[in-house]
């Protein structure tokens, strides 16, 4: 059975710094692309940051600088390390495996930024 289990979520204020933690079990996590998503109420599910399996990672734009993407396969973890956090960074984030078609979810950890 695949699990994703994200932890880190909270309330921080503007500017503040949060550290987000995917743990991953079921698959075999070093073969997996791994990445964080997220949801803001009444907006769509979008991509924040994303490492291959050969640790090439991807940053939205509006992240970039900020956030910091990162994964230990021994520990068959991946980190989302957020810096200089906003209110419209504010949204439950998601991890995501994906191996060619198959692709998991966790449950989702809310972060919640204030002004």
């Known amino acids: 059975q695949v699990q994703l289990v994200e932890s880190g979520g909270g309330l921080v204020q503007a500017g503040g710094s949060l550290r987000l933690a995917c743990a991953a079990s079921?698959?075999?996590?070093?073969?997996?692309?791994m990445g964080w998503y997220r949801q803001a109420p009444g907006k769509q599910r979008e991509l924040v940051a994303a490492?291959?399996?050969?640790?090439?990672?991807n940053y939205a734009d509006s992240v970039k600088g900020r956030f910091t993407i990162s994964r230990d396969n021994a520990k068959n973890t991946v980190w989302l390390q957020m810096n200089s956090l906003k209110p419209e960074d504010t949204a439950v984030y998601y991890c995501?495996?994906?191996?060619?078609?198959?692709?998991?979810w966790g449950q989702g950890t809310q972060v919640t930024v204030s002004s």
């Open positions: 995501n495996a994906q191996f060619l078609s198959r692709r998991y």
């Open positions: 490492i291959t399996s050969g640790d090439i990672t």
């Open positions: 079921g698959i075999i996590f070093s073969i997996n692309n």
